[in-house]
């Protein structure tokens, strides 16, 4: 604890951390609900997830076990940082095993390992409006929430499948939670907003530049926008994992050369890992790749 | 008065506070379930151990606090709780963003509470209410988000016509009060979205 002396315990000073533990509670008494809060300067730049660090702040504890993803890797310079950030101010126990965290702090996604009801999962949200884009007011924003008027939302849907024949959104795909707040799942793929519904896990979202936190308890409904003819549809993908041969999960375009060489591979680092420590090999697997060539010359 | 107004606060306030906090977060977040707290805090009577260290853990200066009649009337509460949380006392109950209730059986109206506005409506007093135990009270069966199918709690001494009350406060939604009942040996609340289904006898 020594080493961690020049700061409050989780950086935040407690009278912040108390205003942003109301918002919290208000967020989850209001699922989907999108409440104002005095967000901090952090010392990191907006954009870098300050809202999910404030929330994560203010709800971790000594005993607490943290993992933090940033598009689904455990490895990238967001993740890497915000997990050094809170070893340092808070002395946690980090990892990154989805099973044995606690808090899950995310940038647009949702581990593909099943969460469960001890867990707290925290998005970094860039803008917690889903209704923006369509109406730039905040005033008029806020009007259309209290009145439940989301019919400009189905609009902009209906105007993708005018334009492409489908629904063409495919990430921060809006939804309705319990029935009555529309609301953005921060620009996760729509391939995890079914992982939302009914979460067992208590689902925290932080907005630290737009000041806003909202909230989705576990077992509460979570659906997607859609039409009756044009029912919502996750991405599929026509290949598994390149490493670990997974199926049904969500991938990512590698780029192997400037020859036009690529690979799709997991998303979430973790997952892959562990199939792969489990004997899963894909085609393009390191030593999948020897076994291959073991074999050749004998054919 | 004056030690008693000063001692009895969170020993390790850091910590405490994050414990008491993630203890109401869970029940708020799992309407029904308890969450055990140990006595952390030592306040006056008629303020319980548990309802004292909710207000500390939650409550400040940006916070109007109100206080029933059986707390109002007792100075050495006002003193401690003014003391160590700073919060200022709410002049109606409709001011305030937090409420205890020390007599719940007794108390008045869940609408006499401010009960946000409809592009607000985090703008509503979440009611602390002291309650002796979680059990032995009418049967509540519970369901909405937070439960996986049912959930059931009996608190005891709960407001009068409480059913009825908290069936024009889910009417009301998203407006209403959020309640934390803070039972000696742990926290349960029941948010606005908490639904009561009234048992057949």
Not at chain 1, 116 to 145: D, S
Not at chain 1, 197 to 213: D, M, T, V, Y
Not at chain 2, 32 to 41: F, I, K, T, Y
Not at chain 2, 127 to 147: W, Y
Request: glycine share 6%.
């Amino acid at each position: 604890m020594t080493d961690i002396a020049t700061y409050n315990f989780a950086y935040l000073d407690e009278q912040t951390k108390r205003m942003i533990r109301r918002a919290i509670l208000k967020g989850i008494a209001i699922p989907g609900y999108q409440v104002p809060f005095a967000s901090r300067e952090m010392p990191m730049p907006y954009g870098w997830g300050t809202g999910g660090v404030q929330v994560t702040a203010s709800i971790i504890g000594p005993d607490d076990v943290l993992k933090v993803i940033d598009q689904g890797a455990d490895d990238t310079t967001n993740a890497v940082s915000i997990r050094a950030f809170f070893k340092k101010v808070a002395n946690v126990a980090v990892t990154t095993d989805t099973a044995s965290a606690t808090i899950i702090q995310t940038r647009h996604r949702i581990p593909e390992h099943p969460l469960n009801a001890g867990q707290i999962l925290v998005y970094q949200v860039p803008i917690p409006e889903p209704l923006r884009f369509l109406e730039p007011r905040e005033t008029e924003t806020r009007k259309m929430h209290a009145l439940e008027e989301y019919g400009l939302m189905h609009v902009k849907l209906y105007e993708d499948i005018a334009r492409h024949g489908r629904i063409a959104t495919t990430y921060a795909y809006p939804v309705k939670v319990e029935g009555r707040y529309v609301m953005d799942p921060s620009p996760t793929p729509k391939f995890d907003n079914p992982k939302m519904h009914r979460s067992p896990a208590l689902q925290l979202f932080g907005a630290g530049r737009e000041k806003r936190i909202y909230a989705v308890p576990p077992f509460t409904d979570v659906v997607s926008l859609d039409f009756e003819d044009h029912p919502f549809e996750v991405q599929t993908f026509d290949q598994p994992c390149a490493l670990c041969a997974a199926e049904n999960v969500y991938l990512d375009e590698v780029i192997l050369d400037d020859r036009g060489g690529h690979m799709f591979v997991c998303s979430d680092t973790d997952h892959c890992e562990k199939r792969r420590e489990e004997g899963h090999r894909g085609h393009l697997a390191p030593d999948a790749q020897l076994a291959l060539e073991r074999t050749e010359p004998a054919e | 008065m004056e030690t008693q107004a000063i001692e009895g606060g969170f020993a390790d306030p850091v910590f405490n506070a994050q414990t008491v906090f993630r203890a109401v977060m869970d029940a708020m977040a799992r309407p029904g379930s308890v969450q055990p707290l140990p006595a952390l805090a030592r306040p006056p009577a008629p303020l319980s151990a548990t309802s004292g260290a909710v207000a500390l853990a939650l409550c400040d200066n940006d916070t109007p606090l109100w206080l029933d009649p059986a707390l109002q009337a007792e100075a050495p509460v006002r003193s401690w709780l003014g003391f160590h949380t700073g919060a200022p006392l709410a002049n109606t109950p409709a001011d305030a963003h937090f409420a205890i209730i020390a007599r719940p059986a007794e108390m008045m109206a869940l609408d006499g509470f401010s009960q946000g506005t409809q592009e607000y409506p985090d703008r509503s007093t979440t009611l602390i209410l002291v309650v002796s135990d979680l059990a032995s009270g009418v049967p509540l069966l519970l369901e909405g988000p937070g439960i996986e199918k049912m959930a059931m709690l009996a608190p005891a001494e709960m407001p009068r016509h409480f059913i009825e009350q908290w069936k024009q406060n889910s009417q009301r939604f998203p407006r209403g009060v959020d309640i934390i009942l803070a039972a000696p040996d742990g926290v349960a609340c029941l948010p606005r979205t908490t639904r009561i289904k009234t048992m057949e006898a």
